[in-house]
């Protein structure tokens, strides 16, 4: 690695809280790369055993002893200056560096980078794209913001002078990246907890794909209003996806099977390319999917038909319509989405799954969100048959700003279908035991720590 990072190659690079996604994958990139890596975090993951099949020690609690001896400490947003091992690096004047700056610097070393950004559908676009150029020549490093099976975490460690990262535009963070092409799916109102409103968002999108040069791509979801707007204020050429006939690229005759899994005829500037077929539900993956081909063509030169190919076998990422278990003739499924988009899109695809009644479990991930986007959440659950709504995780926020979770249990009730608030997930389980019956599917959705409560679900 290019000793522009400035980085301790003859001392330890320590993460708190390596078993993130990101950190995790950002930490085996250094430890390919000749760095002496240790982390620490709260809990076992899949992540942190990942990492410790690497070779890379992890430490489980928040201890100063952790970071003795370390040249530089890796944190991310999430850890407070109350952290030990965060105070204990501030008090002894440790190098620091967040997270998204890492990711930054190690983007620069690469004369190619590929970044897959849009509020919502980034991270199933970019593993798409990676399970692509796995059947391409290309040797890319890749880092996701998932878990991912076949990369059996988030990152790939390539060999080439390519780089395909997530664009996360929380607290701005994309815009330490350095692209070279940029794909944008969308543009929406999530994250109002550090962006003022919709055109404070907009502007640093429009920030964001002004780094990229004249040599650049920039892919734009032309269907989406305000990610087809920043055309506008490219610096490069724009090639654009999803809008029928309009676009450069789109699926012509979309069609849905007894289990909601699509299929499409891949069409780019008039020309018929095959046909893209999903094991994986929903129109919106069958967008993120022709999305993923676009980009593999446009950037990377990878023809369709190996993309077609290698999306055959795509499962989605960790969180992503998952199923987590069966109970009574009743399965579980569980997905990240929690802006209102997110939920409208997953409810869409899991309509198209057979059920006899479908039920919603949804935790509101932060009393911000339940403030700002409670119009929306009113509207966004009209493919439900019945919601149950918990307490609201607090996520980031420190106050309830006022809000609760029956001001939006109301909101649904009088706007999509009929919710109740159940404060915990006990209470749920044992009021879906009672209610639920064979040939019912539940999907829980949110991006808090709904995935672990409701394994409840399935213990007597």
Sequence with gaps: MDTKFTLPQDKKIHFIGIGGCSMSGLAQILAANGYIVTGSDMKESAFTRQLEQKGIPVTFGHDEK???????????????PYNPEYAYAAAHE???????????????????????SGCHG???????????????AED???????????LSGGVKIGTNDAFITEACEYVRSFLTLHPTHVLVNNIDDDHLDCYRDIDDIFDTFVEFIQKLDKDGILLLNQSDALAYRLKDYAPCR????????ASDWYLDSPEFNELGCGKGTVVCRGEKLGTLELTVPGLHNLRNALAAAAFANEVFGVDVDTSIKALRDYRLAGRRFELMGERDGVRVFHDYAHHPSEIAACLEA???????????????????????????????FGNADEVLMPDIY????????????????????????PCMYIPTFQEIKDYLLKNWKPGDIVMTLGSGDINKQQMIFFKD
């Design 140 to 150: 890319c490093t890749v880092h996701v913001g998932g878990m991912v099976d076949f």
């Design 122 to 136: 980034k991270t199933t676009i970019t593993s798409m794209l990676a399970l692509i150029m796995q059947h391409s």
């Design 238 to 245: 724009v090639v654009t996806y999803n809008h029928g006939p």
């Design 350 to 380: 899991a309509s198209l799954v057979p059920h006899r009644k479908l039920w919603v479990v949804f935790q509101c991930n932060s009393y911000t969100r339940a403030r700002t986007l409670k119009d929306k959440y009113a509207l966004c």
């Design 394 to 417: 607090p996520g980031r926020d420190t106050d309830t700003q006022g809000i609760h979770a029956r001001d939006v249990v109301a909101a649904i009730n009088s706007n999509s279908c």
């Design 66 to 80: 952790n970071v003795h001896g370390a040249g530089l400490v890796v944190y991310t947003a999430a850890i407070k």
């Design 94 to 116: 440790i190098p620091m560096l967040e997270r998204s700056k890492l990711l930054g610097l190690i983007s620069s070393r690469y004369e190619r980078v590929a970044c897959i």
